[in-house]
Each structure stands twice: as C-alpha cells, then as structure tokens.
C-alpha cells in the first residue's frame, strides 16, 4: 500500500513538533557527555550500552516524524459501500459523505478521517 505523506498548515502542531525536536537534539548532545561517556571511561558501563542509547532516540525520532506525516485514513469522496456493509456507515453532517460510523470530521483539515489517533496534536 506504501506510505502517504500528509502535512497540515497547523502552526500550533509545527512549535510543538520543534520543541520536541529541540529536547531530543539537547538529549542527545547533554545526556552523552555528561552521563554516558564519563561513565564509560570509568569502566562502569559498555560500550553496547551507548550504542543502544543513540539507536532507541534516533528510533524515537524516526516514529515521531513518521506518526507526524503519515496519512490518518483520510476518506474517499465516492466510497465503493458494499451491499452487507451499509447499515455501518453514516452520512456526515458537516461535509455531507458517506463515512463509516466509528469515524470522526477533522475540523483543522476539513475531511472525515478514519482514525484520529494522531492525526491533530
């Protein structure tokens, strides 16, 4: 299926992005020095324990960008309903489409999205 991108003009959503992007970038330069590598050159810890601790925060990144660009499920326009399935979708009452009934209306973006579990911060 591959991954859509998706940006929002959200100013709000874009400082809180960029301030957490700062603290993992300030963590990632602090923790070290003051933390890891003194810790290191004493013998007390290995050296795996440092490599594990950049590969979990660039994993950390990698997640956030990707939970931050990935297309939430928006809706199609004309849905193809099949017969037995009818009764389990709704019509909206803002943008006037079919969508299913678990599904909610953005208000940022202007379209029904199936699953707003990060779709709006």
Known sequence: MGLRIHFVVDPHGWCCMGLIVFVWLYNMLLLPKVVLFPH??????PGIVIIIFYCISIFCLV???RASITDPGRLPE????PHG??????LCNKCNLMRPKRSHHCSRCGHC???MDHHCP
């Open 40 to 45: 290191y050159e004493e013998g007390h810890i």
């Open 63 to 65: 997640a956030l960008v």
């Open 78 to 81: 004309n849905p193809k309903i």
């Open 85 to 90: 399935e009818r009764e389990f979708w709704e």
């Open 113 to 115: 999205v199936r699953r």
